[in-house]
């Protein structure tokens, strides 16, 4: 089956710093990617889609300018965590679908922890 | 807009016995439906989706589900459950036309003891 890769799987960063998340699709060409963050006990809440060289599209209530989306490949989108807080604390999972887009393989998911 | 509710937070069985986790959904038209299966450190995996066709759909490692229009309902069942079945389990849907976003429902944390 298709194999879509986070890195990195866990980190941890100061108050007020950026992170990036990359997703990559190891094995097929990702048409579309999307970003979904999970908090614990609850369910994954979608945040964007990206299509490759195109801007993501936010979900309501997700700000564009915090959450840096870029699908500048086929194969590699990144999320980018920018001036990050403690309720920005949790787990980020991506999902990437080919030109079927019928189905979406995800990643293993990122836990980010802001101190 | 849409929506997925599963009904069963936690679920604790024995090994052998039988599972059945409930989902239902709200959407205004025709949907695509999915269970998803997440191992304790692992991601997601489809365990089996519904299209159309034949309501009954049978999944990877014995699982199957049943698509109830009437009911909206998208109901996830094993005959005999394992230990290696422990995970948790989300129901999700998809409307039907065009691009549409899945939605997921809360999940349903199985754990089953041996």
């Known amino acids: 089956g298709a194999v879509v890769s986070q890195h990195p799987s866990r980190v941890i960063c100061k108050s007020g710093t950026s992170v990036k998340i990359e997703c990559r699709s190891l094995d097929f060409q990702a048409t579309t990617m999307f970003w979904y963050r999970q908090f614990p006990k609850q369910s994954l809440m979608l945040m964007a889609t990206s299509n490759e060289g195109s801007k993501a599209t936010y979900e309501q209530g997700v700000e564009k300018d915090k959450f840096l989306i870029n699908h500048a490949s086929l194969t590699l989108s990144t999320l980018t965590v920018t001036s990050a807080h403690p309720e920005d604390s949790s787990f980020y999972i991506c999902?990437?679908?080919?030109?079927?887009?019928?189905?979406?393989?995800f990643g293993p998911g990122t836990r980010l922890t802001v101190t | 807009a849409q929506s997925v509710s599963q009904h069963n937070h936690h679920v604790i069985l024995s090994e052998a016995a039988s599972l059945e986790l409930g989902c239902n959904y709200s959407y205004g038209g025709t949907v695509n439906l999915f269970w998803y299966v997440q191992y304790p450190g692992q991601h997601l995996q489809l365990l089996l989706k519904?299209?159309?066709?034949?309501?009954l759909v049978k999944g990877i490692k014995g699982f199957e589900a049943e698509f109830i229009k009437s009911k909206f309902s998208f109901n996830l069942r094993k005959p005999s459950v394992q230990w290696s079945d422990t995970a948790e389990y989300f129901c999700?849907?998809?409307?039907?036309?065009?691009?549409?976003?899945?939605?997921f429902g809360t999940g349903t944390r199985l754990l089953v003891s041996p």
């Open positions: 999700a849907v998809r409307g039907d036309t065009g691009f549409q976003k899945l939605v």
């Open positions: 519904y299209f159309s066709g034949d309501p």
């Open positions: 999902s990437a679908s080919g030109l079927a887009a019928y189905e979406q393989y």
